[in-house]
């Protein structure tokens, strides 16, 4: 006889949900926090890009490389911070 679960019935669980994301059930907060950031990070570039799209039609390509350039230089300090 072969057992079988599905693997979404892994989620419902604190007992199981550290094994479906792979981290100890002492660093699922960590981890929550984690995806949290990742997920405000990924709409941020969204909506900065969606601003330099629609801009560009307006301001030009010089006012485009200005907000490029000071937006990168925030990401690069928010990497380097969260690297600490």
């Known amino acids: 006889m072969l057992f079988e679960r599905e693997d ?3 989620f419902r669980n604190m007992e199981t949900l550290p094994q479906k994301a792979g981290v100890p059930k002492s660093k699922l907060s960590m981890l929550v926090c984690k995806e949290l950031a ?3 990070h990924a709409a941020a570039v969204k909506s900065v890009m969606r601003a330099v799209f629609s801009m560009s039609r307006i301001a030009g390509p010089a006012w ?3 907000l490029a350039f000071t937006f990168l230089k925030k990401v ?3 990497e ?3 690297g600490i």
């Open 80 to 82: 380097i911070l969260s």
């Open 38 to 40: 990742d997920w405000i």
């Open 76 to 78: 690069m300090i928010l």
């Open 64 to 66: 485009i490389q200005r």
């Open 8 to 10: 979404w019935k892994l």
